[in-house]
């Protein structure tokens, strides 16, 4: 698959033409060190393994389905993403970037605690991500407050508590924010988020900086200047750079050269007009994990390394001095470090077609197969198996034909009721937007580290789901 590509599947669930599948893998109980996180192996027994604890003890311990997090691999991450955007040393200002984790891919308050100790910043865009930050004990400063209806209570907390940046979405939004600061005796430090108009290699629903679509002001036809002229008037606030967010899941950086010639193109006019130089530019997130074994994804310093040749090569053909430069990776650190475990209920052969492997999850854990056609990996991971491979589709256990954990696997001819079968690169919008639908239970989220699991996030009771039903 080339690195512009979306891995999405079919979207529907017709037979498709013989040899349109892959050919199976040489060895079923083979983890790709790419799509798995970095502690995760197979034991002595053929007992997948994390953080030094096998699955079947994990599994006995917190129930299934259950999301393992990688504590060692995350914090690695981090820091990998932190060290590659770090500025020269021999320079006087240090480090000339900023690394912020977004949220939304997954957030709490253990995470927040790590990535300030891995020395990260953080990006939120809810009340409800704003206050899992601050009570996790992350520095207001350090954190940029996204979104595109932001209510006024959320304002007000983030210009109360002093956040870092807000990022403006609309032209009502800078006026609403404007007047908050100044109600509150403050003056906010404040992006203008635009959309450039550059089509990202991804899936509609997931593409942000094409114009028809809610985030951002546009470019085109000089909206995004009159948002600058707005802002620029107003005393509460104070703009300090542009931000640009071009999608998801993108595994190239060409889309990025795009949207900088055009940020930095709007950079040039601001100077021209206003004779201001904003300090900073935001080109957003959205890099890719892989998903699976022919998914590419690129490195932090490969990543950090281009970014900046780009910045730099526009801002010197615009004689413009070159801005602090911020990234959003959320999830190229979160997604690769966790997997959700299954139970296999039961196996269901279609001859001449596939077996549908049943599980005690599915889409209340996982909905990007169903809301994306998001493609994954799976294996069984109770025991090693010589069986041959059947073409597999994993589904979940809830009231719908679209309820697809992983599309088209190949998974062990043996595979039986009981087995432990596991998702890798899960870490990333699966916890974050799992729901109660048919009422089932959010699984629990539990880090693993140096032979020790802990709940960072705990598995939902019947309790928790009828405390919020006031009958």
Sequence with gaps: MSRSAHPAGPRHADVLPEGHYAAPPADLNQLDPRVWSRTVGRNADGVVTVGGIDVKTLAEEFGTPAYFLDEADFRARCRAWREAFKGDASKAEGEDADVFYAGKAFLSRAV?????????????????????????????????????????????????EGVGRIVLDSFQEIVRVAHIA???GKRQRVQIRVTVGVEAHTHEFIATAHEDQKFGIPLAGGQAAEAVRR??????????????????????????EV?????????????????????EIDLGGGLGIAYTSEDDPREPQEIAKALRDIVHRECDTAGLAVPRLSVEPG????????????????????????????????????????????????????RASTAEPMLSRVVGK??????????????????????????????????????????????????????????????????????????
Excluded at 265 to 270: N, S, Y
Excluded at 453 to 471: F, N, S, W, Y
């Design 112 to 160: 927040v605690r790590w990535l300030d100790e891995e020395g990260l910043n953080l990006d939120v865009c809810s009340a409800g991500e704003l206050a899992t930050a601050l009570a996790a004990g992350m520095p207001a400063e350090r954190i940029a407050l996204h979104g595109n209806n932001k209510s006024t209570a959320e304002i007000e907390r983030a210009v109360e």
């Design 182 to 184: 100044q109600r509150l």
């Design 231 to 256: 802002a620029l008037k107003l005393d509460g606030l104070e703009l300090v750079g542009i931000h640009s967010h071009i999608g998801s899941q993108i595994f190239d950086t060409s889309g990025f």
């Design 259 to 279: 949207a900088a010639h055009r940020v930095v193109g709007l950079l040039k006019e601001i100077r021209d007009e206003h004779g201001v130089e904003l300090p």
């Design 331 to 382: 999830r190229a650190i979160v997604g690769p470090t966790a997997f959700t475990l299954y139970e296999v209920g039961t196996v269901k052969e279609l001859p001449g077609l596939r077996t549908y492997v049943s599980v005690d999850g599915g889409m209340s854990d996982n909905i990007r197969t169903a809301l994306y056609d998001a493609e994954y990996s799976v294996a069984l991971v109770s």
């Design 398 to 471: 809830h009231c719908e034909s679209g309820d697809i954990v992983v599309r088209d696997a190949f998974l062990p001819a043996d595979l039986a009721p009981g087995d432990l079968i596991a998702v890798p690169a899960t870490g990333a919008y699966c916890r974050s937007m799992a729901s109660n639908y048919n009422h089932a239970l959010r699984p629990p989220v539990v880090a693993v580290r140096d032979g020790q699991a802990r709940e960072i996030v705990r598995r939902e009771t019947e309790e928790d789901l009828l405390r919020l039903d006031v009958g």
